[in-house]
């Protein structure tokens, strides 16, 4: 946490992940710059927005993630597959249902 100042850490079901100080997830932010058109400055200006979070906040998130982007990145992969998964429940569901 010295080394990056405003992440810290959480624990729960999922285990440990990093988060920034009383906002989102590490990851979070970062599957949000995946999925914005703006890069450089425009991208930190698009997320801060999206996320309604001061852009300094998301510059810490970003350095964080480019320094352990194996870790966020399969945070993301995991969060992703239990979306998968809880689709394809919610697929089955809906046609015994039917």
């Known amino acids: 946490m010295a080394e990056h100042p405003g992440v810290v850490f959480k624990d729960g079901p999922a285990g ?3 988060a920034l100080a009383l ?3 590490i ?3 970062v599957t949000v710059a995946k999925e914005i058109d703006p890069r450089g400055a425009r991208a930190v200006t698009a997320i801060a927005e999206r996320l309604d979070l001061p ?3 998301i510059e810490t998130a970003l350095r964080y993630y480019a320094a352990y982007s194996d870790e966020i990145d399969a945070e993301i992969e995991d969060r ?3 979306s998968r998964a809880a ?3 919610w697929h089955i569901r809906q046609r015994l249902l039917s």
């Open 16 to 18: 440990r992940r990093a």
């Open 87 to 89: 689709e394809e429940e």
């Open 27 to 29: 990851w979070e932010v």
């Open 23 to 25: 906002g989102p997830d």
């Open 80 to 82: 992703e597959a239990e």
């Open 55 to 57: 852009a300094a906040r």
